[in-house]
């Protein structure tokens, strides 16, 4: 029996930028309050360090980002997540209905670091190119200072202040909820948001990993493994996946078999 998906599920977006994100704040706290689990995504200034000016005297076997050893791969990251920033951060409540389906609020914080930092040519590039408004991110973004300081000496605008202090109780409150996070191929994405908002990053990745799990005691899923480990040997990049699983329930709803179906609406 076909499932009427479409009239008890939808997905609600925002983008939430400095100028909506003091009203927007208690909806993003109460969605994440009410989740039944919740998914994260980044977009940052860099994923490694490459062609880098000899002026900055970089040894770049400490920026070995796909290294094979987990350990050096960790510092790898890290050092980049230390000297490049995040431009958007995405954050996805699924909030479960009473027939079972599920609403889910997308929250997509447009972000500004407020420090100096590195950025890569070719992210910038890669993010025009799939649709990012730099122009916005420039006037609009939510202004922060990442790592351990909050609000340094040379921040006198409490306004800035104020921006950045929302941002990191909504990941405060996300911490505080105790739901299970989802991520794809998430590592990066992990590492960039501990040292913007919980940072500075530890030095080892066992205590990395050890931090995470008391964060997010009730668990973290990679939907790039679990993937992986269900289809072994077949691509697994998030837009793949996501067409695959239209496909699958649109055979689904084609054939009279229950299947799931998103009407998109956008506020604000």
Same mark, same amino acid.
């Given at each position: 029996?076909?499932?009427?998906?479409?009239?008890?599920?939808?997905?609600?977006?925002?983008?939430?930028?400095?100028?909506?994100?003091?009203?927007?704040? #208690?909806?993003?706290?109460?969605?994440? &309050?009410?989740?039944?689990?919740?998914?994260?995504?980044?977009?940052?200034?860099?994923?490694?360090?490459?062609?880098?000016?000899?002026?900055?005297?970089?040894?770049?076997?400490?920026?070995?980002?796909?290294?094979?050893?987990?350990?050096?791969?960790?510092?790898?990251?890290?050092?980049?997540?230390?000297?490049?920033?995040?431009? &958007?951060?995405?954050?996805?409540?699924?909030?479960?209905? #009473?027939?079972?389906?599920?609403?889910?609020?997308?929250?997509?914080?447009?972000?500004?670091?407020? #420090?100096?930092?590195?950025?890569?040519?070719?992210?910038?590039?890669?993010?025009?190119?799939?649709?990012?408004?730099?122009?916005?991110?420039?006037?609009?973004?939510?202004?922060?200072?990442?790592?351990?300081?909050?609000?340094?000496?040379?921040?006198?605008?409490?306004?800035?202040?104020?921006?950045?202090?929302?941002?990191?109780?909504?990941?405060?409150?996300?911490?505080?909820?105790?739901?299970?996070?989802?991520?794809?191929?998430?590592?990066f994405d992990l590492v960039y948001i501990y040292q913007s908002f919980f940072?500075?990053?530890?030095? #080892?990745?066992?205590?990395?990993?050890?931090?995470?799990?008391?964060?997010?005691?009730?668990?973290?899923?990679?939907?790039?493994?679990?993937?992986?480990?269900?289809?072994?040997?077949?691509?697994?990049?998030?837009?793949?996946?996501?067409?695959?699983?239209?496909?699958?329930?649109?055979?689904?709803?084609?054939?009279?078999?229950?299947?799931?179906?998103?009407?998109?609406?956008?506020?604000?």
């Amino acid at each position: 029996m076909q499932t009427s998906a479409a009239e008890t599920a939808s997905a609600i977006y925002t983008d939430v930028t400095r100028e909506n994100i003091q009203p927007l704040f #208690s909806d993003i706290a109460k969605q994440i &309050s009410l989740a039944e689990f919740v998914a994260v995504d980044t977009e940052f200034t860099g994923l490694g360090l490459s062609n880098a000016s000899p002026v900055f005297r970089f040894d770049t076997a400490d920026w070995l980002t796909r290294a094979t050893d987990m350990r050096d791969m960790y510092k790898g990251m890290a050092n980049v997540a230390k000297t490049h920033a995040l431009v &958007s951060m995405g954050l996805s409540t699924f909030v479960r209905t #009473s027939d079972g389906m599920f609403h889910v609020y997308s929250f997509n914080f447009i972000l500004q670091e407020q #420090s100096t930092h590195l950025v890569s040519p070719a992210s910038i590039a890669f993010l025009a190119q799939n649709g990012f408004d730099l122009g916005k991110q420039a006037l609009q973004g939510i202004r922060y200072f990442s790592g351990p300081n909050p609000h340094p000496v040379e921040s006198r605008s409490e306004e800035i202040n104020l921006e950045g202090d929302l941002l990191r109780k909504v990941l405060f409150a996300l911490v505080r909820a105790k739901k299970p996070l989802v991520i794809h191929n998430g590592l990066f994405d992990l590492v960039y948001i501990y040292q913007s908002f919980f940072g500075p990053l530890p030095d #080892s990745h066992e205590s990395f990993v050890f931090d995470l799990h008391t964060l997010f005691p009730a668990g973290i899923y990679d939907t790039k493994l679990i993937a992986e480990s269900l289809d072994p040997g077949t691509a697994s990049f998030l837009a793949y996946l996501y067409h695959k699983s239209e496909r699958i329930h649109r055979q689904r709803r084609e054939q009279a078999i229950e299947a799931l179906s998103i009407k998109q609406t956008k506020i604000l």
